[in-house]
């Protein structure tokens, strides 16, 4: 499936063809970038997801062969990756956000202005808890087995324990085996850059049985939550922390997560007019994406990201498109304006290059010069 790389452009048609409206709060993400096959799944509905959609509470993103970049009104990103499964759990104000991971795995890049923001990624078993960071989540297809690894910053990781999400505080504190599992859960282990965390095998047994078991019958009975509460109170550790070095090729994917000007996905979010966006001319995308407002210290740090991840690239001299899609699993056909093509890994991108890293060594494109790109 072939999809337009300039996000930022096709969001900036908004811009120009969105009608004034009194701000108003809005509770949504936004699809900034898309590949291959992914779909969103709202109220029962499904559609292809496709640049400049808004994504709400409830929403579900499945993809196959292909990823989505959303972004969130206060600049966090999140890429769901190939074969995934993502329902957006909550969404509140700007930054607030809960995702919960069925199966699959997702990146994310999270920005918080406020202390008291959250932003969490839950699985079946687990919750990751950010402030400001770069991370990934995986699980199995089952939802078991998640794995976080911390790229950047720092994150906190602990067991979720799901019948303290169906009752009120007062409630939790009036039960000593409640207060026991809270605190079970309040006692999250930090993991920092270049560490990967997961749970005691034991622990997540049990909290997986005691989720199962309130899914299935809808409450669990005092006995079941007592015995649960004593039993994971005894485990020693609830969290396995190993040191995972951060590689070349997960800088890459960071540096390649779209991400568009705030006040993008701002006036996106209030018009909620996606369906402008593939309908505008080449001609008033480029005349809004040069009057976007670029914040200079970014982009010079963004450079020496993306030039530490080339120099990087060029030393393992991946010769083959084989040894390209092994090391970056994946590999994509970049299709130029003038009808020549590249075959490679797109391993980041600036305001206005891509990095394609091909057999023939690492080279840059002008993403005004490319035409769309081909997932393989």
């Excluded at 709202?42 to 640049?51: I, M």
């Amino acid at each position: 499936m072939k999809i337009h790389v300039i996000a930022a452009a096709l969001l900036a048609v908004l811009l120009a063809c969105a009608k004034e409206k009194p701000a108003v709060e809005t509770t949504s993400m936004v699809i900034v970038h898309t590949s291959g096959e992914a779909r969103v799944i709202r109220q029962g509905r499904t559609e292809n997801a496709r640049v400049g959609l808004l994504v709400h509470e409830a929403d579900e993103i499945q993809t196959t062969t292909g990823s989505v970049d959303l972004q969130t009104r206060g600049g966090s990103a999140v890429r769901v990756k190939e074969n995934t499964s993502m329902t957006v759990a909550m969404l509140l104000g700007r930054g607030d956000a809960r995702l919960s991971l069925k199966q699959g795995s997702l990146l994310a890049t999270v920005k918080k202005s406020r202390a008291d923001e959250e932003f969490a990624v839950v699985t079946p078993t687990a919750i990751a808890g950010v402030r400001g960071t770069t991370f990934s989540v995986s699980v199995d297809q089952a939802g078991k087995q998640p794995r976080v690894k911390v790229i950047e910053g720092k994150v906190a990781l602990a067991p979720r324990i799901a019948v303290l999400e169906t009752l009120e505080e007062k409630a939790i504190e009036e039960d000593a085996s409640l207060r026991q599992l809270a605190q079970i859960q309040e006692s999250a282990v930090i993991l920092e850059a270049g560490q990967q965390g997961s749970l005691n095998p034991v622990v997540e047994q049990r909290v997986s049985q005691l989720n199962e078991e309130l899914v299935a019958e809808e409450k669990n009975s005092p006995q079941e939550i007592g015995q649960a509460a004593a039993e994971l109170s005894a485990a020693q550790t609830t969290v396995i922390a190993v040191a995972a070095p951060v590689s070349v090729a997960e800088l890459s994917e960071k540096a390649s997560l779209v991400t568009v000007a705030p006040e993008i996905v701002e006036q996106a979010a209030r018009e909620d007019q996606g369906a402008a966006i593939a309908a505008a001319r080449e001609e008033r995308r480029t005349q809004e994406v040069a009057r976007m407002e670029v914040d200079p210290a970014t982009v010079v740090k963004k450079e020496a990201e993306v030039a530490q991840i080339q120099a990087e690239a060029t030393r393992r001299q991946l010769q083959n498109q084989a040894a390209i899609r092994a090391y970056y699993q994946k590999m994509e056909t970049v299709m130029m304006n003038d009808g020549s093509m590249h075959e490679g890994a797109v391993i980041a991108q600036t305001e206005g290059e891509l990095v394609l890293h091909t057999p023939g060594g690492v080279i840059r494109l002008e993403k005004s010069e490319v035409h769309s790109i081909e997932y393989r």
